[in-house]
């Protein structure tokens, strides 16, 4: 694309491009709308059924606060150690896979190893482990993990890119060997922006959980489906609501965090 603006016609006649690109994005979301198959009948007439399945959704049952509450808690749980294990993981994955870093065989094998990662759902991560360790929360937690690393090393991996080179060139006129050039030169630079991206994955993590909770890897989200699949909705409800306050709250804890690390 940008070879074809950078053409002699488009240069002469630059007023061309601000044509060619909506036509070019209107042409994309027409096609991309004919792929749905959209049943416009169909969707005219829903409006009574989405308002009648909210409806049965009020009001809460706050008689399962409790299981509410502690199927929560083992989300979060889920959630800590999932995303601890997968940002340990994630970080020599991101080493090997950066370009100012690491050689190019390695940077193909290491992308090569997040875009399998990446391309595998969580819900299928989640049946994999529920078949190698039963139903509940260590399932959750070890499709979390590998979940977490699809991500986590990618994110690393721009952080460490991103690295500004001539500090690093300082360094090593000065004689710095490769550890301290990663202690003094990379860590400060990468540390804030990594630390950023896991709180955020964490959070990220506790909504996963409960997507997991649908194949019986443990935490509020197999309570959630299990009130469903019994017609229980305002039992449902009340795990909806919980989950969002703690879910709002997390999210506002990590952006006030997010920010002063982005000050640093």
Not at 20 to 37: D, N, R, S
């Amino acid at each position: 694309m940008n070879y074809l603006f950078k053409s002699p016609l488009f240069r002469r006649y630059s007023w061309v491009s601000w044509f060619i690109v909506p036509i070019i994005a209107a042409c994309l979301y027409i096609w991309a709308l004919q792929g749905l198959k959209v049943d416009y009948v169909v969707l005219s007439t829903s409006w009574p059924y989405i308002t009648d399945f909210i409806s049965r959704l009020f009001p809460p049952d706050w008689a399962v606060l409790d299981i509410a509450i502690k199927a929560l808690i083992e989300t979060v749980q889920m959630s800590l150690w999932g995303t601890t294990i997968g940002a340990i993981i994630s970080l020599p994955i991101a080493v090997a896979s950066a370009s100012n870093v690491a050689p190019q065989w390695l940077q193909w094998l290491a992308n090569l190893l997040q875009n399998t990662v990446r391309s595998v759902p969580s819900i299928i991560l989640g049946l994999i482990f529920v078949a190698a360790t039963g139903l509940g929360a260590p399932a959750g937690t070890l499709a979390l993990g590998i979940y977490t690393i699809g991500y986590l090393a990618k994110f690393y991996q721009q952080a460490i890119e991103a690295v500004n080179s001539r500090s690093l060139e300082s360094l090593e006129v000065i004689g710095a060997s490769k550890l301290q050039i990663a202690q003094y030169g990379i860590l400060p630079q990468v540390l804030p922006l990594a630390l950023g991206y896991t709180f955020w994955m964490f959070e990220y993590n506790i909504r996963a959980a409960s997507v997991l909770g649908v194949v019986g890897a443990g935490g509020i989200g197999f309570q959630l489906k299990s009130y469903i699949d019994g017609f229980e909705y305002n039992k449902a409800t009340t795990m909806m609501l919980v989950l969002l306050v703690v879910v709002t709250v997390i999210d506002a804890f990590s952006s006030q965090l997010r920010r002063r690390l982005d000050s640093m």
